[in-house]
Antibody
């Protein structure tokens, strides 16, 4: 069965960086886009970006460009999200989620499997 | 940027009654392939979001048929024909632009009366 298992909670100081991992299993890793979505406490969902696990190509929301890096390691079917220059406002649960349709179809944002989320707390 | 709005933001519903949530986009989501790039999600308390409806009107696998999605272009609606207690949660619409950038709506909190 398809599973996305994320790394554990992190506590970081302002200005630091954090890397969240997302271990994928149960499907062909390189065949489906992965999106990253975050949710600040008591707030709604915020789309951050996607990665093509086959090519490594990425795109991110304008507000995150230059501060977010999405990568993957195909040998261990794991995706990574790194956020640099953390501020208090980056305190959130970070989710990875799989696009439902294979690469080759246009991205439509239908995210059928989600990780359990990774809480990142930024505090001085 | 494409802006998504939802209404209402809070929706108290009596079990067994219908419910309806509206989602509006500032740009048309109907693309040249004939599909509307609009999806609906629900986030139940303490859980990760779940896909309900994709491409405007297609129910995701395992979603009960009391959920339906409709609309085209800039105006979309999620309907629940008969609300059950398990439907409590926050409902989000989410759009993808032709440049493959996405945005979620602000969310609608469905509560049981």
């Amino acid at each position: 069965q398809v599973q996305l298992v994320q790394s554990g909670a992190e506590v970081k100081k302002p200005g630091a960086s954090v890397r969240v991992s997302c271990k994928a299993s149960g499907y062909t890793f390189t065949a489906y886009y992965i999106h990253w979505v975050r949710q600040a406490p008591g707030h709604g969902l915020e789309w951050m970006g996607w990665i093509n696990p086959n090519s490594g190509g990425t795109d991110s929301a304008q507000k995150f460009q230059g501060r977010v890096t999405m990568t993957r390691d195909t040998s261990i079917t794991t995706l990574y999200l790194e956020v640099s220059g953390l501020s208090i406002d980056d305190t959130a649960v970070y989710y990875c989620a799989r696009e439902a349709f294979p690469l080759g179809d246009s991205l439509c944002g239908a995210l059928d499997y989600w990780g359990q989320g990774a809480l990142v707390t930024v505090s001085s | 940027d494409n802006v998504m709005t939802q209404s209402p933001l809070s929706l108290p519903v009596t079990p067994g009654e219908p419910a309806s949530i509206s989602c509006r986009s500032s740009q048309s989501l109907l693309y040249s392939n004939g599909y509307n790039y609009l999806n609906w999600y629900v986030q139940k308390p303490g859980q990760s979001p779940q896909l309900l409806i994709y491409l405007g009107s297609n129910r995701a696998s395992g979603v009960p048929d009391r959920f339906s999605g409709s609309g085209s272009g800039t105006d979309f609606t999620l309907k629940i024909s008969r609300v059950e207690a398990e439907d409590v949660g926050v409902y989000y619409c989410m759009q993808v632009t032709q440049t493959a950038s996405a945005t979620f709506g602000p969310g609608t909190k469905l509560q049981i009366k």
